[in-house]
């Protein structure tokens, strides 16, 4: 049963930084593609960052040159490293997993941690 767990949201003010993570379990992470996604009240869930399991990036145009995302395969964490924030910044966000050798098979191949609150005040 694969499993993602969140940790780090919390309040910070413009400008300010914060760092994401989201522990792995139950799928082989290195093979893995991770994503974080957001989700604000009243918006639908948005994309902000992707990382391939061959590190490649893929970042929201919203949040490029602010955010980075990085993966430790060893401690099977991806990370979400949050720059120059903005009150636009504040929603839940999603540490998303996407296996392929699951999906090349036809299986349930995508999962979705529990979300963690990150909120940009003045």
């Known amino acids: 049963q694969v499993q993602l767990v969140e940790s780090g949201g919390g309040l910070v003010q413009p400008g300010g930084s914060l760092t994401l993570s989201c522990a792995a379990s139950g799928s082989i992470f290195s093979t893995s593609h991770m994503g974080w996604y957001r989700q604000a009240p009243g918006k639908e869930r948005e994309l902000v960052a992707t990382?391939?399991?061959?590190?490649?990036?893929n970042y929201a145009e919203s949040v490029k040159g602010r955010f980075t995302i990085s993966r430790d395969n060893a401690k099977e964490k991806v990370y979400l490293q949050m720059n120059s924030m903005k009150p636009e910044d504040t929603a839940v966000y999603y540490c998303?997993?996407?296996?392929?050798?699951?999906?090349?098979?036809?299986?349930?191949?995508?999962?979705w941690g529990q979300g963690t609150q990150v909120t940009v005040f003045s």
């Open positions: 998303n997993l996407q296996d392929p050798w699951r999906r090349r098979r036809g299986y349930d191949y995508e999962y």
């Open positions: 990382i391939t399991a061959g590190d490649n990036t």
